[in-house]
């Protein structure tokens, strides 16, 4: 037997350790261990952006946070999957626990919103490894139909950060210091250590058997192509609703972003099998079909899921930490339809229907969603998101195994990863998509709320009620919506009623100057008959304008002011301006239009009186209903390619297993080989 041969089989007997039920548990307890690193950081920062956008003092920078960190997580994930491939998952998981720590103890030193963004973005760098590798090692060290039974306790970690998750973030938020610290600094410093923990548990538990390298490049190129393609799109994604989508700044970057896609395209041809996201899978129907099914349903699920919460704060009038528990239905249904759909793959090892039902679930869920009004009540939207998160948990482990399965274990990890990165990307563009079309709408929605006549007549008469307009809660709304519409109804009016009045005093100063000329009032009695025939007048014009305009006082030198306490004369007021306000809102006069501006701080919609909060959340509504057809449209396109989608039968062994198979059987042939080679050596020997 050659020294080669028994090396090989040497390496063999090491690499074929069959990993039992209690190894695989160790494994996935780590892996969960980092996926919740990652999961928890993203709803506790979600929850307390906004007091830390205050603290920094940099709020409208607040959207460079999150685009940094959606940036580069995005853009390093089929980094990460390449590489594992090549060097091993271990060590990559391994340095992206340590990046993402070490991302989260800068970022709690940040003293501007512009650090922040660039620790948020070494975070991000370590994020792309916590999402995606957990998914490729469960390809290695589990069958296609086992791997499925196990997903559910990876849902069950998204489930409990994202119940946890807002309530740690509005706990550390709200206080104003926890151990001599600022509070919101605790959001990154509670990673630390969470992440010592789970770096613990993946260095002592996860082991896989090492399989033999090949020699292979590393697509410099393609990590360099993917980051010019990516970084300009991803850019204009995040801030085309700040820059215009047609301004110079994003045409650049839609340039740049489809001269960088054709370089990624050529890049990958040329390194073939090497390539960061190799083209040869696309030659997969099952892969290419899961990959787009992935982007669609992508798309539907981040952009329209960021418009909930919204609809629970704003339109609901939720906390951000009730809100996060309002969220509890969605959750609920994607771990029930996870763990079921999971449990009939193992048993039967059938999927097919899973996309279709999927699919077909989620678009119901939106269907339901789009008949929601400004004040429907809150078992509405639970219902819809308990079907939508039905709907997504057939979907988001059927597509990742659907892919995995169509590959061998030398694309295990960038195929993977070449999956959750498309959906990352669909979930970009939905979030871009979908929130320019809910914020462009909004505006127009909610002066157009105001055409109804009898929600303007309350809001009006809300607003010139002297109780409500000075109350405390009505602060904000008033001064930043109502007061320029009030101010100009009553300065109008009172400038109208003023000129009458001015108008009558000098007609009688005129009348009491001619008869003197005449002679018939002597000279040195015009002052006193020139202020008996003013009070005169004054009063004639009081008891005119009174008739005419209920809500008018008239001093007795001629003042007019508008006294709105009485009810009654206040709604005949409001009856008649109304129409006034309404040709203003035709018209587009600035002082009764609702700018985007008005937007970014929705603060004032708290505790305020609900006549004057129901013009906004009745265009609030109407636009998130607009965004629910569009998501609906695109995830029934899904559900129609899901229609067409190939699904070959899973494969009964993992990836290391069939690896293992193949280099036994590799060493059996050279065995007999070496017995048939032995054998024709003695037959010819002297």
Not at 505 to 525: E, F, H, K, L, N
Not at 605 to 615: E, F, N, Q, S
Request: hydrophobic residues 50%; aromatic residues 8%.
């Amino acid at each position: 037997m050659s020294d080669i041969t028994r090396t090989r089989r040497a390496h063999t007997a090491a690499t074929d350790t069959v990993m039992t039920h209690r190894m695989i548990m160790f494994v996935i307890f780590g892996l969960m261990a980092g996926m919740f690193l990652s999961a928890l950081d993203q709803t506790v920062v979600g929850t307390s952006i906004r007091t830390i956008g205050d603290d920094l003092q940099g709020l409208s920078l607040q959207a460079w946070v999150t685009t940094a960190y959606l940036i580069v997580s995005t853009i390093s994930t089929p980094i990460y999957g390449k590489l594992s491939d090549i060097f091993g998952r271990r060590p990559l998981f391994l340095i992206a626990i340590l990046i993402f720590i070490i991302g989260s103890v800068l970022a709690s030193f940040s003293t501007s919103m512009v650090e922040l963004a660039a620790f948020r973005a070494i975070q991000g760098l370590g994020a792309g490894g916590l999402m995606s590798m957990p998914l490729a090692i469960m390809g290695d060290i589990l069958a296609p139909r086992e791997r499925a039974k196990y997903q559910g306790y990876f849902l069950a970690v998204f489930g409990i950060s994202s119940v946890i998750g807002p309530l740690v973030g509005g706990l550390f938020a709200g206080a104003s210091q926890i151990l001599f610290i600022t509070g919101w600094r605790w959001v990154f410093l509670i990673n630390v250590p969470i992440g010592i923990v789970a770096l613990a548990i993946v260095w002592r538990f996860l082991h896989i058997p090492k399989q033999p390298r090949h020699s292979v490049r590393i697509d410099w190129w393609g990590a360099t192509t993917v980051i010019v393609a990516l970084v300009p799109l991803l850019l204009v994604a995040e801030q085309g609703r700040e820059w215009g989508w047609g301004s110079p700044i994003a045409i650049a970057c839609y340039v740049v972003g489809a001269l960088g896609i054709l370089a990624f395209v050529i890049a990958e041809t040329l390194m073939k099998d090497d390539a960061l996201i190799p083209l040869k899978l696309f030659r997969s129907p099952t892969f290419s079909m899961a990959t787009i099914i992935g982007v669609l349903v992508g798309f539907g699920m981040f952009g329209a899921m960021l418009t909930l919460p919204l609809y629970l704060q704003l339109v609901l009038g939720s906390s951000p930490t009730q809100s996060g528990f309002e969220m509890l239905p969605m959750i609920l249904g994607l771990m029930i339809a996870s763990i079921a759909s999971g449990q009939i793959i193992a048993r039967t090892g059938r999927y097919r229907m899973f996309p279709i039902l999927g699919t077909a679930l989620m678009s119901v869920g939106f269907f339901l969603l789009t008949f929601l009004k400004y004040d429907s009540p809150y078992w509405h939207v639970a219902i819809a998101m308990l079907v939508i998160g039905l709907g997504l948990g057939q979907l988001m482990q059927t597509l990742t195994i659907a892919s995995q399965n169509s590959v061998g274990l030398r694309d295990m990890g960038v195929a993977t990863s070449g999956s959750t990165f498309f959906r990352q990307i669909g979930g970009t563009l939905g979030t871009a998509v979908l929130l320019s079309l809910l914020f462009t709408l909004m505006p127009s929605n909610i002066t157009g709320s105001f055409a109804d006549r009898a929600t303007l007549t309350d809001a009006l008469d809300a607003a010139l009620d002297p109780t409500v307009a000075s109350a405390p809660a009505n602060e904000k709304i008033m001064s930043s919506i109502y007061t320029p519409i009030v101010s100009k109804i009553v300065d109008g009016t009172t400038s109208q009623l003023q000129a009458g009045v001015q108008q009558a005093q000098d007609a009688a100063t005129q009348a009491v100057a001619q008869q003197v000329a005449a002679g018939r009032i002597p000279a040195s009695a015009q002052a006193a008959a020139t202020q008996a025939a003013v009070a005169q007048a004054v009063a004639a014009a009081t008891t005119q304008i009174q008739q005419q305009v209920p809500v008018a006082r008239v001093s007795a030198d001629g003042t007019v002011t508008l006294d709105f306490s009485d009810a009654t004369q206040r709604a005949a007021f409001v009856d008649t301006a109304a129409t006034t306000i309404e040709d203003q809102f035709a018209a587009g006069d600035e002082n009764t239009s609702v700018g985007g501006s008005t937007l970014d701080d929705t603060s004032f919609l708290v505790g305020a009186d609900a006549r004057l909060t129901k013009p906004f959340l009745v265009g609030f509504n109407s636009s998130a209903t607009t965004v629910y057809w569009t998501a609906m449209g695109v995830v029934l396109l899904a559900f129609v390619l899901s229609l067409f989608f190939r699904t070959p039968p899973l494969r009964a062994k993992s990836a290391l297993q069939e690896a293992a198979d193949e280099r036994r059987g590799k060493d059996e042939e050279d065995k007999r080989a070496e017995e048939a080679a032995a054998q024709t050596g003695a037959l010819i020997a002297p």
